[in-house]
């Protein structure tokens, strides 16, 4: 299970933000250019770094230590499994999932179990790194703990797990438009439409049954 990774090396992986702050700092531009309206519950909340930037209301993860370190930023989080979300139906406006569901064993339980704690009306963020990308290609090569167990999709692909289940697709935003061996550079979020080469890509889906 891949949650055993981020127990094992969640200091590390909390790391990796604070050393790559450009990088960061872009990341979080593209998922603060979306409406977020609370509750927010964070899908995968690991050791909190966007969850506390975003404001999140709740964190659920697998990865005990992640949690600990999540719990130490002031975020609201609980011991929980993404395909069994311990939250009522119909309980929160906005989920996120950054970089979460390349590491899910069962991504459409998960997806669905989300769909089930959505509001009508309420949105998913849903944050790759596209397996077609500079980025994906990158990682998939030089593997390491993390992202040699992760499943990389498309854009296209993630949006249809997405849309099978019955959510409605609005919009995605990217950004790292440099390459991994490029210097990092400050970036304005992005349409993805535009046909760029973007390491990292959310997704904006809305539960069906409402207009967006």
Do not use: Q
Request: net charge positive; hydrophobic share 40%; charged share 25%.
């Amino acid at each position: 299970m891949s949650f055993r990774v981020f127990d094992k090396y969640a200091e590390r992986y909390d790391s990796w933000y604070f050393r790559n702050p450009v990088i960061a700092h872009n990341e979080v531009k593209v998922l603060k250019s979306f409406r977020l309206t609370k509750p927010i519950l964070d899908v995968g909340v690991g050791t909190g770094f966007f969850s506390r930037l975003l404001d999140a209301d709740l964190g659920v993860d697998l990865a005990l230590n992640a949690l600990r370190i999540a719990r130490s930023r002031g975020i609201e989080v609980v011991h929980g499994d993404a395909c069994r979300l311990p939250l009522r139906d119909s309980s929160v406006s906005s989920v996120l999932m950054v970089v979460t569901l390349c590491f899910l064993d069962e991504p459409m339980k998960a997806i669905s179990e989300v769909l089930r704690v959505l509001r009508h009306g309420g949105r998913v963020i849903a944050c790759i790194v596209p397996r077609d990308s500079s980025w994906g290609k990158y990682y998939m090569r030089k593997g390491g703990p993390f992202y040699s167990i992760a499943r990389f999709y498309t854009v296209d692909e993630a949006i249809k797990l997405f849309t099978n289940e019955g959510f409605k697709y609005v919009k995605a935003l990217g950004t790292l438009s440099f390459k991994p061996w490029e210097e990092p550079k400050d970036e304005e979020p992005r349409d993805w439409y535009l046909g760029l080469d973007l390491g990292f890509v959310c997704i904006e889906l809305i539960k069906s049954g409402a207009s967006s």
